[in-house]
């Protein structure tokens, strides 16, 4: 299994011809042209505070128009797995830039590592592009190969279904190659699903090819009438009764239709390189694949679209690295054409809602825990901090006090401002609205680690957005009616909730953050400086203590166990975890547009989602 | 005249071509392209007999109506992608007669009748729209107007037709229509 | 220039065939569609080919081309229309399994 | 020598537009960029996904790029600077423009993606919405003009352009163009948002390059069919015609690029509503207002 296909070396080789001819161009050309995919996402590179536009980089909505994989902070291995596969689908010269974190085992090394910070990300660029400049990243296809990408592929018999095998053979049974297929679903999915390997396609393909022709020589072993299956032959020929003629019964016809169709719509994988007419069999991907099958057997089972059409559906992923949604939140859409039939999302760097785990190990005292939790969640690290300080003061018995009070609350507020900047400018994204895009991200850049008085001086700006979005054409009424739901469902929190008054749309909740946005930098006037919450010194003591925060999603609860100092268990309880499990309700029956708005406006932080 | 010919013939090879892949290939997307080929193939005949007019439009309404007719074979076959390569014809041996001798009769028509002399030239295009809109607005308007109507009638029908009683909302019918 | 007609001529007859053999062969009724597309393509060639060469002065030869495709946007917004709800109501446009519709 | 100087005016005009476009981006204005990137996607390797129509693969991209050239090279930078002044050349316009569509469906439906075929699928619907209003308002052109002859066209409007003769006409067309060109915000087939890049998605190396050249070369020759159809094409004083109509030309491609900028993606149900409850019913007005101008006006 070569890390790229004959047609892509044949490809490529030729490039290198040209490569050599103008190579210090080409190479030029790779240094000025850097596009970059972010993994976990953009929404969390910019919550790190990184501009990444402003080192030069284009940031690319898809693996295929980047070459550079960005990685920012710490990978889980779930999203290790999903940059591997990314990677494998960048087209080369690839380059791997890790910002603060480690290189996931199942990539190469990383061409340039650098620390979480804007000046050590242009640094890194700069590496880069002098590295891209001298032409160290030749177009050769460098053999990259990973165990996520070989996972995938699984060997079956196409006249037994029942025989699959891991490595390439022939069938026990009757001795017909075995034919390379996706396995698909136990395993995690990348911003692409549908060629997750280009790196073995071919090979793949030519199985394919080799298993046809196979096919038309032992596949063909019963002749059936597509009118009177009681008639049964050896040979071909033409049915006694209507004089139609025979074609070839298979093996397990019968099994599973609505796979069938569901395969050959989204056109699995016809490949008609080469032959054109349909004569023969392909068995290998889908059952029931020849004969004649009746299309009311076929499209009986298969549930009626919006518009009453018995249409057949095709499993969509998006995320967990995709341009529309919060990076690390994987959104499984079921698809009729352009409509949501069902949907789940799901989070692949959630963290556990529980913590017993402590017992053995002595180090997770206070402040390990605050930067534990804090790190783990980088779309407000603040709001949980600040949660984990209360909680442990509670525990500890301290009075809340009025000194810091009011730099906590500016602290919390100036991360609400920010975060739904953030969700502002993902909302841009979605929308295709660069604009708000830019402008959003630039003024959550600013807020981050803005002051009182640089606050004071950003509010016209932060005002004009909100009042320039009310009156964007066009915005009120794609979002109008959009992701509506029902004012008493209780598990509403944060702005979702206060939003469900008025309208519970998708518009409603921008016009809710919007006036959010505005309220905090009212508290922040009143309020104190903002400054990180600090733990006030709690010795060794012990208990137990519960804290509820406000975090800009919704209100997140903890309850821990404090002993001599150090935490013993805890457990987390957030809006995200509750919020996520509204999808299915959400997007059902949805336009496919409609359906992601939907999900966005519910600001999803996976890393919030505990399980 | 013999480039006239060679035009002609080439672009009558093309529209046969398309027209014979369209049945022969088991991808409802690749048959219903080479149709619409096949059509424009019979549109630059027309431009190649100099019926400028007729060959620009018949080239701009197949491309739409084709891409339709693509959408509702990926719709409406159980194996769009053609990987199955089911067979989706019957009584072959009857339908190849019927086409060939249809052809075969069609042919010797043209071959043994006597047309007299053919027309050496005709006017150029902008003289020919012009007299073309004088003829549907003049002589032939009525027909021309019956035409329209139909036309509306059966996208009113086809539309009633195709939407189901509960959403009066599909698309269906407009596409149908196109 | 008669050379050139009879050529047109044998290409519009072909056309046809080819179309009488896609309609009468074809299960799906969208194949079948296309076939009757193809015989209607046929005549409109027959047709330009005969103002062309025979009568360019009478321009009710291109009227009828123009009235033609007219009618193959027709019969395309009318089946599509029956296919819709055949489809709706069966689950299927497949001819084989339109016993309903046999004589 | 004619078509040498179309082609080199529209590739200028595709790599101006290119530059644009990185400005609204990155921000910076730097002319080199398009030239380096696309130099770098020749670089690169150019991927073939995992079981493609192949035919539809390849020749999506080129088929897109040859129709925008033919669209072009019926319409007048001059007037004797045009490729072919064809009698039917405000039908031929759209004849081109069609096979956008089969272009976009063939891209869609040959790299074997989910993305690219909801996308190529996508943009089926959006014909059905805004074909109409293209034909349409160039109908209500041709009948001042009094003829389908781009050039005719031109010089119908030497006293009074059709901007000022039928603003209905134009606003209608210049939406549809947007539409036909699936720019932002009718850029449902292409969302990157939504669909990931669509049709773009499976695209790379030198097919990516073929396919950004093409679109920007179809927006830069829908705005040259807009300034023909609208704004007189080569009209103008002190300055000789082709540099009126290039100027033109840029100007309108350049606010389409600009309009996407500022504006949300607009909804496909929403984009179906309005022009067929609105739009057709407006360009039949406008239709129907030529008509009485051109009967009562001497």
Redesign the interface.
Same mark, same amino acid.
């Given at each position: 299994m070569t890390s790229?296909?004959p047609?892509?070396t044949t490809?490529?080789r030729q490039?290198q011809a040209?490569?050599a001819r103008?190579q210090k =161009?080409?190479s030029?050309?790779?240094a000025?042209?850097l596009s970059c995919l972010i993994v976990p996402g953009q929404d969390v590179a910019v919550a790190h505070g990184l501009n990444v536009?402003a080192t030069?980089m284009?940031v690319s909505?898809?693996p295929?128009?980047a070459?550079v994989l960005l990685i920012v902070g710490v990978l889980s291995e779930k999203m290790g797995e999903v940059a591997t596969v990314l990677y494998a689908?960048m087209?080369?010269?690839r380059t791997i830039v890790v910002l603060g974190g480690t290189t996931p085992s199942s990539l190469p090394g990383a061409d340039v590592s650098a620390g979480l910070s804007q000046e050590a990300l242009a640094d890194a660029v700069g590496r880069l592009k002098r590295a891209l400049a001298e032409g160290a990243f030749a177009?050769s296809?460098m053999d990259f190969d990973a165990s996520v990408l070989h996972a995938r592929i699984e060997y079956v018999c196409p006249m037994h279904p029942e025989v699959v095998e891991d490595e390439p053979g022939s069938c026990p049974k009757c001795g017909m190659d075995l034919v390379a297929r996706e396995a698909g679903e136990q395993t995690p999915e990348g911003?692409?699903?549908?060629?997750h390997h280009?790196d073995h396609?071919h090979s793949?393909?030519h199985s394919?090819e080799r298993q046809q022709e196979h096919a038309h020589e032992n596949a063909a072993t019963e002749y059936t009438c597509?009118?009177h299956p009681e008639i049964v032959r050896d040979e071909p020929g033409s049915c006694p009764k209507c004089?139609?003629?025979l074609?070839v019964r298979e093996d397990g016809e019968d099994e599973g239709h609505a796979e069938?169709?569901h395969s050959?719509?989204?056109?699995?994988?016809?490949?008609?390189?080469g032959h054109?007419?349909?004569?023969?069999?392909?068995g290998g991907?889908?059952h029931?694949?020849?004969?004649?099958?009746?299309?009311?057997e076929? +499209?009986?089972d298969?549930p009626r679209s919006?518009?009453?059409?018995?249409?057949d559906w095709?499993e969509?992923p998006?995320g967990p690295v995709?341009?529309?949604l919060a990076g690390g939140l994987k959104l499984t859409l079921t698809?009729d054409?352009?409509g949501v039939t069902e949907g789940q999302a799901t989070s692949l760097v959630g963290l556990t809602s529980e913590g017993e785990n402590f017992e053995a190990s002595d180090e997770m005292d206070a402040e390990t825990f605050i930067g534990y939790l804090s790190a783990a969640i980088p779309l407000a690290p603040v709001s949980y901090r600040l949660l984990v300080c209360l909680a442990i003061e509670q525990a500890a018995g301290l009075e809340g006090d009025s000194a810091n009070a009011g730099a906590r609350t500016g602290a919390l507020e100036r991360e609400r401002i920010a975060s739904h900047l953030g969700w502002l400018a993902q909302l841009?994204?979605?929308?295709?609205?660069? =604009?708000?895009t830019?402008r959003a991200a630039t003024l959550q850049l600013q807020v981050r680690e803005a002051n009182r008085d640089s606050l004071a001086a950003l509010e016209p700006a932060l005002r004009t957005l909100g009042t320039r979005l009310e009156r +964007?054409?066009?915005?009120k009424?794609?979002l109008k009616g959009i992701g509506l739901l029902p004012t008493e469902s209780s598990d509403l929190r944060g702005p979702v909730a206060r939003a469900a008054d008025e309208g519970g749309d998708a518009w409603a909740r921008l016009r809710q953050r919007l006036a959010e946005i505005s309220a905090s930098l009212g508290l922040i006037k009143s309020g104190g400086e903002p400054a990180l919450p600090v733990l006030r010194d709690v010795g060794d003591v012990s208990g137990t203590g519960e804290a509820t925060v406000d975090t800009p999603r919704g209100e997140a609860r903890l309850s821990l166990k404090l002993e001599r100092g150090h935490v013993k268990s805890y457990k987390l309880d957030t809006a995200c975890s509750q919020h996520i499990g509204l999808v299915p309700k959400l997007v059902e029956g949805q336009?496919?547009?409609?359906a992601?708005l939907a999900v966005g406006s519910l600001d999803l932080s996976p890393w919030e989602v505990t399980s | 005249m013999y480039a006239q010919a060679f035009f002609v013939a080439v672009f009558g090879l093309a529209a046969i071509g398309f027209g014979v892949v369209v049945f022969r290939t088991s991808s409802m997307m690749r048959s219903a392209l080479a149709l619409l080929f096949s059509m424009t193939a019979v549109g630059c005949l027309f431009l190649a007999m100099q019926t400028e007019f007729l060959g620009v439009l018949q080239i701009m309404m197949m491309a739409t109506e084709m891409s339709i007719m693509a959408i509702f074979m990926v719709m409406f076959m159980m194996d769009p992608g053609g990987l199955g390569g089911m067979d989706m014809s019957h009584q072959k041996r009857f339908s190849i007669g019927a086409g060939v001798s249809a052809a075969v009769v069609a042919i010797a028509v043209a071959l043994l009748s006597d047309w007299g002399p053919a027309a050496e030239q005709v006017v150029d295009a902008q003289a020919q729209t012009r007299a073309l809109g004088m003829e549907l607005l003049g002589r032939s308007m009525m027909i021309f107007e019956t035409a329209g109507i139909t036309i509306l009638t059966a996208m009113i029908a086809a539309t009633a037709v195709a939407i189901p009683v509960k959403n009066l909302s599909s698309k269906d019918g407009k596409e149908a229509s196109e | 220039m008669t050379m050139i007609l009879i050529l047109a001529l044998v290409t519009g007859a072909i056309l046809f065939g080819i179309g009488v053999y896609g309609a009468l062969s074809q299960t799906n009724l969208v194949m079948i569609m296309m076939g009757v597309e193809l015989m209607l393509a046929g005549a409109m060639v027959n047709l330009v080919a005969f103002w062309r060469f025979l009568h360019p002065e009478a321009y009710s030869g291109q009227m009828f081309v123009l009235v033609v495709m007219t009618v193959m946007a027709l019969e395309m917004a009318v089946g599509f229309g029956v296919a819709i709800a055949r489809f709706r109501a069966k689950g299927s446009v497949e001819m084989e399994e339109a016993e309903d519709l046999k004589g | 020598m004619t078509v040498a100087i179309v082609l080199l005016a529209l590739l200028g005009s595709a790599w101006l537009l290119a530059v644009v476009e990185g400005w609204m981006a990155t921000g910076r204005l730097s002319p080199a960029a398009p030239l380096f990137r696309g130099l770098a996607h020749l670089g690169r390797e150019s991927i073939v996904p995992r079981s493609p129509d192949r035919v539809f693969f390849e020749a999506a991209p080129v088929l897109l790029l040859v129709v925008a050239v033919l669209g072009m090279a019926v319409l007048p930078l001059a007037p004797d600077l045009i490729i072919a002044d064809l009698g039917t050349g405000a039908l031929f316009v759209n004849a081109a423009l069609a096979y956008v569509l089969v272009a976009v469906i063939m891209a869609g439906w040959g790299p074997d993606g989910a993305y690219a075929m909801i996308g190529g699928w996508r943009f089926l619907g959006q014909l059905i919405a805004y074909s109409m209003l293209i034909v349409m308002p160039i109908t209500a052109v041709a009948m001042r003009a009094e003829s389908l002859v781009n050039t005719a066209i031109v010089g119908s409007q030497a006293g009074l352009w059709n901007i000022v003769y039928q603003p209905l006409g134009f606003v209608l067309f210049y939406i549809a163009a947007m539409a036909l060109a699936f720019r932002a915000p009718f850029d449902l087939p292409s969302a990157e948002g939504e669909l990931g890049g669509g049709v773009d998605a499976e695209y790379t190396g030198v097919r990516l390059a073929v396919l950004r050249l093409a679109r920007l070369t179809l927006v830069v020759t829908l705005a040259s069919a807009t300034t023909v159809f609208y704004l007189g094409g080569w009209h103008g004083p002190l300055l000789p015609p082709s540099a009126w109509s290039l100027i033109k030309t840029l100007a309108v491609a350049v606010s389409m690029l600009l309009v996407g900028h500022y504006l949300p993606r607009i909804r496909e149900a929403n984009l179906m509503r309005w022009c067929w409850v609105l739009g057709i019913p407006l360009a039949l007005l406008n239709i129907i207002i030529v008509g009485l101008l051109i009967l009562v006006v001497p």
């Open positions: 790229v296909s047609i892509n490809g490529s490039r040209r490569f103008l =161009w080409v030029r050309a790779f000025r042209d536009s030069g284009r909505a898809s295929r128009d070459n689908q087209p080369r010269p177009v296809p911003g692409h699903d549908h060629e280009h396609d793949n393909e394919n597509p009118m004089g139609m003629d074609v069938h169709e050959s719509h989204d056109h699995g994988e016809h490949d008609h390189s054109e007419h349909g004569g023969h069999d392909h991907h889908d029931g694949a020849s004969g004649f099958m009746s299309m009311i076929v +499209t009986k298969l919006a518009d009453g059409l018995q249409m095709l969509v998006f995709f341009p529309g698809l054409g352009d841009g994204r979605q929308l295709g609205f660069a =604009w708000l830019q +964007t054409p066009l915005l009424s794609r336009e496919l547009g409609d992601l | - | - | -």
